[in-house]
Protein backbone atom coordinates (compact mmCIF):
# COMPACT_ATOMS: atom_id res chain seq x y z
CA UNK A 1 0.00 0.00 0.00
CA UNK A 2 3.01 2.19 0.07
CA UNK A 3 4.14 1.58 -2.63
CA UNK A 4 0.26 2.37 -4.40
CA UNK A 5 0.76 5.68 -1.90
CA UNK A 6 3.79 6.95 -3.50
CA UNK A 7 2.71 6.29 -6.73
CA UNK A 8 -0.27 8.24 -6.95
CA UNK A 9 1.35 10.85 -4.78
CA UNK A 10 3.99 10.95 -7.64
CA UNK A 11 0.95 11.48 -10.25
CA UNK A 12 -0.99 13.84 -8.55
CA UNK A 13 2.10 15.92 -8.37
CA UNK A 14 3.01 15.62 -11.90
CA UNK A 15 -0.62 16.50 -13.04
CA UNK A 16 -0.56 19.53 -10.93
CA UNK A 17 2.73 20.39 -12.02
CA UNK A 18 1.40 19.60 -15.56
CA UNK A 19 -1.91 21.90 -14.99
CA UNK A 20 0.40 24.33 -13.27
CA UNK A 21 2.62 24.99 -16.51
CA UNK A 22 -0.23 24.39 -18.49
CA UNK A 23 -1.92 27.78 -16.61
CA UNK A 24 1.06 29.55 -16.86
CA UNK A 25 1.35 29.27 -20.83
CA UNK A 26 -2.27 30.39 -20.99
CA UNK A 27 -2.13 33.52 -18.94
CA UNK A 28 1.69 34.53 -20.70
CA UNK A 29 -0.58 33.81 -24.05
CA UNK A 30 -3.57 35.97 -22.83
CA UNK A 31 -1.21 38.62 -21.53
CA UNK A 32 0.59 38.73 -24.87
CA UNK A 33 -2.37 39.18 -27.25
CA UNK A 34 -3.92 41.56 -24.49
CA UNK A 35 -0.22 43.58 -25.13
CA UNK A 36 -0.70 42.87 -28.77
CA UNK A 37 -4.34 44.26 -28.90
CA UNK A 38 -3.06 47.54 -27.09
CA UNK A 39 -0.40 48.42 -29.19
CA UNK A 40 -2.45 48.20 -32.26
CA UNK A 41 -5.40 50.72 -30.28
CA UNK A 42 -2.25 53.42 -29.80
CA UNK A 43 -0.90 52.52 -33.30
CA UNK A 44 -4.52 53.26 -34.88
CA UNK A 45 -5.46 56.24 -32.28
CA UNK A 46 -2.10 57.47 -33.19
CA UNK A 47 -3.14 57.60 -36.40
CA UNK A 48 -6.46 59.03 -35.86
CA UNK A 49 -5.05 61.68 -34.60
CA UNK A 50 -2.11 62.50 -36.99
CA UNK A 51 -5.41 62.44 -39.91
CA UNK A 52 -7.39 64.75 -37.80
CA UNK A 53 -4.28 67.38 -37.69
CA UNK A 54 -4.06 66.93 -41.34
CA UNK A 55 -7.55 67.60 -41.51
CA UNK A 56 -6.73 70.44 -39.44
CA UNK A 57 -4.34 72.20 -41.73
CA UNK A 58 -6.16 71.81 -44.75
CA UNK A 59 -8.90 73.63 -43.05
CA UNK A 60 -7.09 76.38 -41.73
CA UNK A 61 -4.83 76.79 -44.78
CA UNK A 62 -8.40 76.88 -46.85
CA UNK A 63 -9.33 79.24 -44.66
CA UNK A 64 -6.75 81.35 -45.02
CA UNK A 65 -6.65 81.45 -48.67
CA UNK A 66 -10.68 82.79 -48.19
CA UNK A 67 -9.27 85.25 -46.39
CA UNK A 68 -7.08 86.22 -48.53
CA UNK A 69 -8.91 85.79 -51.93
CA UNK A 70 -11.77 87.71 -50.16
CA UNK A 71 -9.36 90.94 -49.09
CA UNK A 72 -8.13 90.91 -52.98
CA UNK A 73 -11.48 90.66 -54.14
CA UNK A 74 -12.58 93.78 -51.74
CA UNK A 75 -9.03 95.43 -52.42
CA UNK A 76 -9.85 94.95 -56.70
CA UNK A 77 -13.66 96.12 -56.44
CA UNK A 78 -11.97 99.47 -54.56
CA UNK A 79 -8.87 100.03 -56.60
CA UNK A 80 -6.82 99.64 -54.06
CA UNK A 81 -4.65 96.80 -55.08
CA UNK A 82 -1.29 97.53 -52.87
CA UNK A 83 1.67 94.77 -53.86
CA UNK A 84 0.67 91.80 -56.54
CA UNK A 85 4.36 90.18 -55.61
CA UNK A 86 2.90 90.15 -51.52
CA UNK A 87 -0.26 88.73 -52.76
CA UNK A 88 1.35 85.89 -54.87
CA UNK A 89 3.76 84.96 -52.00
CA UNK A 90 0.43 84.25 -49.67
CA UNK A 91 -1.21 82.69 -52.05
CA UNK A 92 1.44 80.09 -52.67
CA UNK A 93 2.18 79.71 -49.42
CA UNK A 94 -1.43 79.01 -48.39
CA UNK A 95 -2.41 77.21 -51.71
CA UNK A 96 1.01 75.20 -51.46
CA UNK A 97 0.11 74.26 -47.67
CA UNK A 98 -3.51 72.96 -48.13
CA UNK A 99 -2.51 71.05 -51.24
CA UNK A 100 0.56 69.01 -49.07
CA UNK A 101 -2.34 68.62 -46.23
CA UNK A 102 -4.80 66.98 -48.99
CA UNK A 103 -2.17 64.67 -50.47
CA UNK A 104 -1.08 63.61 -46.90
CA UNK A 105 -4.31 62.82 -46.15
CA UNK A 106 -4.84 61.06 -49.77
CA UNK A 107 -2.78 58.13 -48.28
CA UNK A 108 -4.47 58.08 -44.78
CA UNK A 109 -7.98 57.66 -46.07
CA UNK A 110 -9.20 53.78 -45.43
CA UNK A 111 -11.81 52.05 -46.87
CA UNK A 112 -15.30 51.65 -43.74
CA UNK A 113 -15.61 47.99 -43.71
CA UNK A 114 -19.56 48.72 -44.19
CA UNK A 115 -18.94 50.15 -47.43
CA UNK A 116 -18.03 47.72 -50.39
CA UNK A 117 -16.00 48.75 -53.49
CA UNK A 118 -14.71 51.27 -52.12
CA UNK A 119 -12.20 53.50 -54.04
CA UNK A 120 -10.42 56.07 -52.29
CA UNK A 121 -8.97 59.07 -53.84
CA UNK A 122 -6.00 58.71 -56.31
CA UNK A 123 -2.99 60.56 -56.79
CA UNK A 124 -4.54 62.62 -59.04
CA UNK A 125 -8.31 63.16 -58.62
CA UNK A 126 -8.66 65.62 -56.39
CA UNK A 127 -10.70 68.46 -58.38
CA UNK A 128 -11.14 70.58 -55.75
CA UNK A 129 -7.04 71.51 -55.64
CA UNK A 130 -7.63 72.02 -59.32
CA UNK A 131 -10.01 74.43 -59.08
CA UNK A 132 -8.63 76.24 -56.51
CA UNK A 133 -5.61 76.49 -58.73
CA UNK A 134 -7.96 77.46 -61.45
CA UNK A 135 -9.23 80.45 -59.13
CA UNK A 136 -6.60 81.36 -57.81
CA UNK A 137 -5.01 82.09 -60.92
CA UNK A 138 -7.56 84.02 -61.90
CA UNK A 139 -7.17 86.47 -59.40
CA UNK A 140 -3.74 86.81 -59.57
CA UNK A 141 -3.95 88.00 -63.16
CA UNK A 142 -6.56 90.22 -62.18
CA UNK A 143 -4.30 91.68 -59.37
CA UNK A 144 -1.26 91.55 -61.43
CA UNK A 145 -3.57 93.77 -64.15
CA UNK A 146 -4.52 96.06 -61.46
CA UNK A 147 -1.09 96.58 -60.28
CA UNK A 148 0.63 97.11 -63.78
CA UNK A 149 2.55 100.78 -64.09
CA UNK A 150 0.42 102.52 -67.08
CA UNK A 151 2.16 104.62 -68.95
CA UNK A 152 1.88 108.61 -68.16
CA UNK A 153 -1.23 110.11 -70.61
CA UNK A 154 0.26 112.02 -73.30
CA UNK A 155 0.97 115.62 -72.54
CA UNK A 156 -0.17 118.18 -75.08
CA UNK A 157 3.72 119.51 -75.87
CA UNK A 158 2.11 123.37 -76.09
CA UNK A 159 2.56 124.45 -72.01
CA UNK A 160 5.23 124.17 -69.54
CA UNK A 161 2.39 122.45 -67.07
CA UNK A 162 2.10 118.90 -68.22
CA UNK A 163 -1.34 118.92 -69.03
CA UNK A 164 -2.62 115.93 -70.36
CA UNK A 165 -4.01 115.29 -73.99
CA UNK A 166 -7.73 114.28 -73.58
CA UNK A 167 -9.86 113.03 -76.55
CA UNK A 168 -12.06 116.29 -75.69
CA UNK A 169 -9.19 118.54 -75.70
CA UNK A 170 -7.94 117.50 -78.58
CA UNK A 171 -11.00 119.09 -80.68
CA UNK A 172 -10.14 122.57 -81.16
CA UNK A 173 -12.94 125.04 -81.66
CA UNK A 174 -12.14 128.08 -84.16
CA UNK A 175 -13.11 131.29 -83.20
Known amino acids: MAMLDTILAT ?28 VKQAAEQAEKTLTLEIIATARASARA ?26 MHAVSQEFTSALYRLAGRLRPHDEIRNYRGPSFNSWPFVDQLGEVTQ ?8 STEVLPAPPTCGRCS ?12 VST
Open 11 to 38: ATGLGAAGLGAAGALLVQRAKRRDDAAA
Open 65 to 90: WLAIAERAVDDLKHGRMGNAERYDEQ
Open 138 to 145: ILRGAVHR
Open 161 to 172: TGCSVTPSSRTR
